[in-house]
């Protein structure tokens, strides 16, 4: 198993910049493939960014590409999201989450088995 904590979230005004840390436990970060979710209030629970277990592969939501930056440091077992350009709509609680599926890309909520407990991030216009 693998414990997820986010921070980095914050309020910040339209056009502004967040960046959001997920820090794992244990020794097998690398084996996992991360992802960040975001949930806003009275929506669903939706990917926004993917990286494989090395972070030479991304995914991003249409909606943020160009604008956020999934990274990842095995060595420091420590995902990111460097969040560019915010827009109020970007306004959720946003979720690390962990999956032992291979492949490029994992979009679905029921493919992850651990989450973090969310670090809320507010944009104002």
């Known amino acids: 198993q693998v414990q997820l904590a986010e921070s980095g979230g914050g309020l910040v005004q339209a056009g502004g910049s967040l960046r959001l840390s997920c820090a794992a436990s244990?020794?097998?970060?690398?084996?996992?493939?991360m992802a960040w979710f975001r949930q806003a209030p009275g929506k669903e629970r939706w990917f926004v960014a993917g990286i494989n277990r090395s972070g030479v592969t991304t995914d991003y939501l249409d909606s943020v590409e160009g604008r956020f930056t999934i990274s990842r440091d095995n060595a420091k077992k420590t995902m990111y999201l460097q969040m560019n350009g915010l827009k109020p709509e970007d306004t959720a609680v946003y979720y690390c989450a962990a999956t032992r599926r291979g492949g490029f890309y994992h979009r679905g909520l029921n493919e992850y088995d651990y989450w973090g407990q969310g670090t809320q991030v507010t944009v104002s216009s």
């Open positions: 244990g020794r097998t970060f690398s084996n996992y493939a």
